[in-house]
């Protein structure tokens, strides 16, 4: 940041107890490998490989500290954060893709951003109609 002339370090503008973290459902499989870095699979593995099921929990706890790959930073640039939901996505379609059955992932991908001071801003949207009739032409 730029404060008369001078150059500071990022500052988060909302600071709070939470950091920035990302957060994923439906086909969480390749996700939970890339950033927690384990199967969600693995507790039942360690179960049926002969774990006592008073142990699993910190097992877990310790399996997750030191394989998790935190992808989202504090303070995060709103394009670095574009990229990174983007690439999320695009990881999971082609996981889900190579999968024995049919894909249950995929198609192109509509992004949007809400910032406070912009709103709701769509950044990349797919037009089911023409754009002359699609009354939404101000986007990407």
Known sequence: MLR?????????????TESAFVLWAGQPEALNRLILGYSQHLPEALLQGGLDGSQLAP???????LTVTPLATDPMPTGDAIALADFLVSTTKHYVHFLKGADTVGGETDIA???????????????????EINLETDHV
């Open 4 to 16: 008369n002339g001078e150059c500071f370090a990022p500052e988060q503008q909302f600071p709070g």
């Open 59 to 65: 097992v877990m706890q310790a399996v997750r500290g």
């Open 113 to 131: 951003t809400v910032t406070r001071y912009e709103g709701f801003k769509w950044i990349r949207r797919k037009h089911h109609y023409p754009r």
